[in-house]
C-alpha cells in the first residue's frame, strides 16, 4: 500500500542523467526507483538522493530499484557501499531489488552484492 503519490526528481549534470521515483508504503519501507547512469558526475546526486531519503523518511527498510540503471561505473559502486552504510548506521535494512543486466554484471565481478545480501553484524 503506497501512504502518499510517487515523486520523481530529475537531475541531469553534465550530461549524466539519474532520474528518482520514491515510494514509501505504510509498513515502513522506501522504494527509491532509479534509472540513467550513475557514474562519476552523477553519483554525488545519488548519494544525497538516497541519504536525504533516509533522513526524511526514516524507513526502517530502502528497496533501491537499478532496472532502469544503464550504466554504473567505480564512482556509482562507492557511492552504493556509502548508503549502504548510511543506512545500517540508522537501524535499516537497505537492499538493492530489480537491477538491469549491466548493473547485476557489475555487481557480480566487484562482489558488491555479496556484501549487500550479508546479514548487519
Same mark, same amino acid.
Given at each position: 500500500?503506497? %501512504? @502518499?503519490?510517487?515523486?520523481?526528481?530529475?537531475?541531469?549534470? +553534465?550530461?549524466? %542523467?539519474? $532520474? =528518482?521515483v520514491?515510494?514509501?508504503?505504510?509498513?515502513?519501507?522506501?522504494c #527509491?526507483?532509479? *534509472?540513467? @547512469?550513475? $557514474? #562519476?558526475?552523477s +553519483?554525488?546526486?545519488?548519494?544525497?538522493?538516497? *541519504?536525504?531519503?533516509?533522513?526524511?523518511?526514516?524507513?526502517?527498510?530502502?528497496?533501491?530499484?537499478? =532496472?532502469?540503471? =544503464?550504466?554504473?561505473?567505480?564512482?556509482?559502486?562507492?557511492?552504493?557501499?556509502?548508503?549502504?552504510?548510511? +543506512?545500517?548506521?540508522?537501524?535499516? =535494512?537497505?537492499t538493492?531489488?530489480?537491477?538491469?543486466?549491466?548493473? +547485476?554484471?557489475?555487481?557480480?565481478?566487484?562482489?558488491?552484492?555479496?556484501?549487500?545480501?550479508?546479514?548487519?553484524?
Open positions: 500500500m503506497v %501512504t @502518499e503519490e510517487p515523486r520523481r526528481r530529475l537531475v541531469r549534470i +553534465a550530461g549524466a %542523467t539519474l $532520474d =528518482t520514491t515510494t514509501t508504503g505504510a509498513d515502513g519501507r522506501l #527509491m526507483i532509479m *534509472s540513467g @547512469e550513475i $557514474d #562519476m558526475t +553519483a554525488p546526486r545519488f548519494e544525497a538522493a538516497v *541519504s536525504h531519503a533516509l533522513d526524511t523518511h526514516q524507513p526502517t527498510t530502502l528497496e533501491l530499484d537499478l =532496472t532502469g540503471v =544503464t550504466f554504473k561505473d567505480s564512482s556509482g559502486i562507492r557511492v552504493l557501499l556509502r548508503v549502504h552504510q548510511a +543506512a545500517q548506521a540508522r537501524n535499516c =535494512t537497505l538493492v531489488g530489480q537491477v538491469s543486466p549491466a548493473v +547485476a554484471r557489475v555487481l557480480d565481478i566487484t562482489g558488491v552484492r555479496a556484501v549487500l545480501d550479508r546479514p548487519p553484524l
